[in-house]
């Protein structure tokens, strides 16, 4: 892959997603760091990257080779151009509300930075991808949605939303042997719905290993993990939530599954007809108190 290729890729995550299958496991550990440290690395020699993760600087080259480019310099150069093209999308917006950063409150800056992220979101959600989601949500009847720490309140709102609807939501909220039993009636006529950001771990795996393995489509809702378990995957909703050394916002995820709701809302009958008999119930409810 040359420097001109590079430059029409769209960010270095789409390499790795390309690529990351036929990596060794010691060029895998190369390909999470630069996942995980793309600013960073951006700027970095073949030698500075060797020394950050103990390795030889030989090493580096020829994963940049494995990678699919000519050359380490030609690998930076697309770290460079995705680096370049994040900083300048919402330049314009923070240098209007740069004072605000700095002067301002929590309560102000925490509304400035979602700001900033939601307004990547309109050029970073992949509308096609929201497409096929509402697509396979409205073709299954029963729903396994997984999350654990602060994703909790994501499968919350999902499992009563949905429920609602008239669908069938079993929610997947733990990281041990509890997940186990409700797995065991998972099939192919289901659907996953996953929400993972940051890193991979055990059990989110076997969770996705399993819904493959029982050819249960899936849906996952992530940041940077898609170039990593993108594959496993029907559709990937990409939610950024900002570099992954500040604090993570979850408006994002939050407004892509609201999206997605308030597209199946608007287009199954059987939604309104439940949440009409939602409504009759409360009265009903009401009257008995």
């Known amino acids: 892959m040359d420097v001109k290729d590079a430059e029409n890729k769209i960010d270095f995550n789409q390499v790795l997603t390309e690529q990351f299958d036929q990596l060794t496991k010691s060029e895998k550990r190369i390909a999470n760091f ?8 951006a700027f970095l020699s073949a030698a500075e990257l060797a020394g950050k993760l ?17 050359s ?141 393995e029982v050819q249960c489509p899936v849906i996952m809702l992530t940041d940077t993990l898609g170039s990593i378990l993108g594959k496993q995957a029907d559709v990937v909703l990409a939610a950024k939530r900002g570099p992954m050394s500040e604090f993570h916002s979850l408006v994002v995820p939050m407004t892509i599954i609201n999206t997605l709701l308030l597209s199946v809302a608007n287009e199954e009958k059987k939604v309104m007809e439940n949440l009409d008999r939602l409504d009759q119930l409360r009265e009903r409810f009401t009257k008995s108190q």
Request: hydrophobic share 40%; with cysteine; glycine share 6%.
């Open 34 to 41: 630069l996942r995980k440290h793309q600013e960073e690395c």
């Open 54 to 70: 103990e390795l030889s600087e030989a090493t580096i080259v020829r994963f940049a080779r494995s990678m699919g480019f000519d």
């Open 72 to 212: 380490y310099p030609d690998m930076r150069k697309l770290l460079q151009n995705s680096y370049r093209q994040r900083v300048t999308h919402s330049a314009r917006l923070r240098g209007r509300l740069g004072d605000l950063r700095e002067t301002g409150d929590v309560f102000e800056k925490l509304v400035v930075s979602d700001i900033d992220y939601m307004t990547q979101a309109l050029e970073t959600v992949d509308r096609k991808e929201l497409e096929r989601a509402v697509e396979l949500i409205k073709n299954h009847k029963r729903l396994f949605v997984f999350g654990v720490g602060p994703s909790v309140s994501l499968v919350d709102l999902l499992e009563i939303r949905l429920t609602r609807f008239g669908y069938q939501v079993i929610p997947l909220k733990t990281g041990g042997r509890e997940i186990l039993d409700p797995l065991l009636s998972m099939t192919k006529e289901d659907l996953l719905f996953t929400i993972c950001f940051f890193d991979v771990f055990s059990t989110q795996q076997f969770v996705l290993d399993y819904a493959n």
